[in-house]
């Protein structure tokens, strides 16, 4: 399996850099794509580094190397995750405004009707922002807001962002034990 894996400025940069860890674990091919942003949320929120997380990645491409082998359509892979989505990408996006590798190679991922995830990461949500929702929906992309269940009674905030995660997972059929299964606690 080979996933691309975008990381936006949006809060929320540890679904992305867990989604890195346990890709690396699960032995799949990952290549990162950070935005300007996503890099300034990794040390505002984290005691990680931007170098840590790219470590985590098979391959790392820069958000402005527009000629990187992920903005075409012929470099094979199996899906794009968008972890978190930023409203901004959410938009560009939604509107084919390819102004960053990351709004590119999704995209390329809709042209190429392969799977894209996007976990988007605001509250209140605005007309506008569901509209765009609306919009990718219709063409089958996944919005996967990272929603906490209760019902295994999540004890810390890893729990809540392995969750997260493991639904991301899921929608391509990976196998993880990254929360528990409904009827299995």
Same mark, same amino acid.
Not at 86 to 103: F, H, P, Q, R
Not at 135 to 155: C, N, S, W
């Given at each position: ?12 940069? #540890? ?8 890709? $690396? ?8 794509? =950070?935005?300007? %942003?996503?890099? $300034? ?6 005691? +990680? ?30 899906? =794009? ?5 930023? =409203? ?21 991922? #809709? $042209? ?20 765009? =929702?609306? $919009? ?14 209760? +019902? ?29 299964? %409904?009827?299995?606690?």
């Amino acid at each position: 399996m080979r996933l691309i894996i975008g990381i936006t400025g949006s809060t929320g940069v #540890i679904y992305g850099i867990r989604m890195l860890e346990t890709l $690396k674990k699960l032995n799949v091919d990952s290549h990162l794509v =950070m935005t300007e %942003w996503a890099e $300034k949320c990794i040390s505002m929120e984290t005691d +990680y580094t931007s170098d840590y997380v790219k470590s985590l990645a098979t391959n790392v491409s820069d958000e402005k190397n527009m000629a990187s082998s992920v903005s075409s359509g012929t470099h094979k892979i199996d899906g =794009m995750i968008v972890a978190p989505c930023s =409203m901004k990408t959410l938009s560009a996006i939604a509107n084919g405004y390819d102004d960053t590798l990351v709004a590119r190679a999704a995209g390329v991922t #809709i $042209k190429e009707s392969r799977k894209l995830i996007l976990m988007v990461r605001e509250t209140p949500l605005s007309a506008i922002h569901i509209e765009n =929702m609306l $919009k990718l929906a219709r063409l089958g992309v996944v919005i996967l807001p990272p929603v906490t269940e209760f +019902y295994t009674k999540p004890k810390t905030i890893d729990d809540i962002v392995n969750h997260g995660v493991g639904k991301c997972l899921d929608q391509f059929d990976l196998e993880h034990n990254l929360y528990p299964r %409904w009827g299995t606690f």
